[in-house]
């Protein structure tokens, strides 16, 4: 993968170069990005940037050293700032299968009685970043068909990654080793230290990581961080139209839901054409009206949708409430506001059926649901509570429950 192939992260992109051109680079290095923000994919790109022959690797005169000597003024002239992509190191790094590049990961035992390692995986793990370049670890774990497994990056892992970096380099003048999701590595990454205080020449650790919290204290301690931020809602509406050719309206909408998450705006990409404004709109007039016919039948109708589009529908009403919010707080953000008329009239017809604490209240046990979608609640269940809830906030009845 190519700096070019990823979406936005300019100043990143620039950073990551500057540091291997001005020999500014650790030996182990920890991307630091939230889910979507493409930190897995910097990292990849990262690496065949390494390995390229065109920035490191054969070429007739001697390029810069990852860690060696400041280059003269003639070779910054033409710094290369991403890797070429056709060369043979890049055609094999590209496809996942470059020899001095490798990949630690979460994985779960396949058979009883036998401990995993990440290259019992590796086929999977090639196709599952061909088709989930901004996937996450909940994504890579349904892949391999984990079920109610718990991923891991076992002891054993840590003790074949040991051996792994101890033999020399095949082709490149580096070896590199991508650990993802490091806050899996538990006490067993304590197998890792020493490698990783004191490696053997040109050797690279990348780890890439989404919560800095869950990482072991003496690995983080070792490693340069690089911060990887969220995707702006313009990065990722410039993204969806001109590579995914969504429509310029449809592109926004995903954008301002997606809140930076490329993943998540993947996600709602999948169910662009469900009117989510419609069946909000159906549903409030049902608890208003006291429809509880209505209701019943609304409720069949959400619990029978797949738990992504039920969170996506929970996603979406919150946006409109906190849209409502911020037009009644700044009026003059209506007519600035990136949003389409529609969902506009809709916030403005919002701030006058409740409040912004009857809103803030709702948003509360809109979040609480998402919270118990994503734990598999049954979801006739949740939803018919949900609706008692709405109907007892927007009725200024039980304002308690925002608490």
């Known amino acids: 993968m190519q700096f070019n192939n990823i979406t936005g992260q300019k100043e990143t992109k620039e950073q990551l170069v500057q540091m291997v051109q001005h020999n500014r680079l650790s030996h182990a290095l920890l991307f630091l990005g939230k889910e979507g923000s493409g930190a897995l994919?910097?990292?990849?790109?990262?690496?065949?940037?390494?390995?390229?022959?065109?920035?490191?690797?054969?070429?007739?005169?001697?390029?810069?050293?990852?860690?060696?000597?400041?280059?003269?003024?003639?070779?910054?002239?033409?710094?290369q700032l991403d890797s070429c992509g056709v060369c043979a190191a890049c055609t094999k790094a590209n496809q996942l299968m470059h020899p001095d590049i490798h990949y630690s990961y979460p994985?779960?035992?396949?058979?009883?009685?036998?401990?995993?390692?990440?290259?019992?995986?590796?086929?999977?793990?090639?196709?599952?970043f061909s088709a989930?370049?901004?996937?996450?670890?909940?994504?890579?774990?349904q892949f391999i068909h984990a079920e109610n497994k718990q991923g891991n990056i076992t002891a054993e892992e840590c003790n074949d990654i040991n051996r792994k970096i101890s033999l020399k380099s095949f082709e490149s003048e580096y070896k590199i080793l991508i650990i993802w999701m490091p806050e899996y590595l538990t006490k067993n990454g304590n197998k890792l230290l020493k490698l990783i205080e004191e490696p053997p020449p040109n050797t690279l650790f990348i780890l890439v990581a989404e919560n800095e919290a869950m990482i072991l204290p003496t690995i983080l301690s070792r490693t340069q961080l690089?911060?990887?931020?969220?995707?702006?809602?313009?990065?990722?509406?410039?993204s969806l139209e001109l590579k995914g050719g969504v429509a310029m309206e449809k592109a926004r909408q995903v954008a301002a839901l997606s809140e930076g998450n490329y993943r998540e705006a993947l996600q709602l990409l999948q169910h662009v054409e469900d009117d989510w404004q419609a069946i909000v709109r159906e549903w409030l007039n049902l608890l208003v009206k006291k429809n509880l016919a209505g209701q019943v039948k609304w409720v069949e109708e959400?619990?029978?949708?797949?738990?992504?589009?039920?969170?996506?529908?929970?996603?979406?009403?919150?946006?409109?409430l906190e849209q409502a919010i911020r037009i009644k707080s700044i009026p003059s953000l209506l007519d600035n506001a990136n949003t389409?008329?529609?969902e506009q009239d809709f916030a403005l017809r919002l701030n006058k059926l409740c409040s912004i604490p009857q809103q803030e209240a709702i948003i509360n046990e809109l979040d609480k649901a998402s919270y118990y979608v994503e734990r598999n609640a049954n979801g006739k269940m949740l939803f018919h509570a949900l609706s008692i809830k709405l109907y007892h906030i927007i009725?200024?009845?039980?304002?308690?429950?925002?608490?």
Request: with cysteine.
């Open 41 to 79: 994919s910097l990292a990849m790109a990262f690496a065949q940037y390494i390995v390229c022959e065109k920035v490191n690797g054969k070429k007739e005169t001697p390029g810069p050293s990852l860690f060696g000597e400041e280059l003269s003024v003639s070779e910054e002239t033409n710094i």
């Open 107 to 128: 994985v779960i035992t396949k058979k009883a009685g036998q401990t995993p390692v990440s290259t019992d995986f590796i086929a999977e793990w090639r196709e599952f």
């Open 132 to 141: 989930n370049p901004y996937g996450n670890v909940y994504d890579w774990l």
């Open 226 to 238: 690089v911060k990887i931020p969220l995707f702006s809602n313009l990065e990722i509406e410039a």
């Open 302 to 320: 959400m619990s029978k949708q797949g738990r992504e589009k039920q969170k996506q529908f929970l996603k979406y009403f919150t946006h409109l």
């Open 340 to 342: 389409g008329s529609n």
């Open 395 to 403: 009725s200024n009845n039980s304002l308690i429950l925002i608490n």
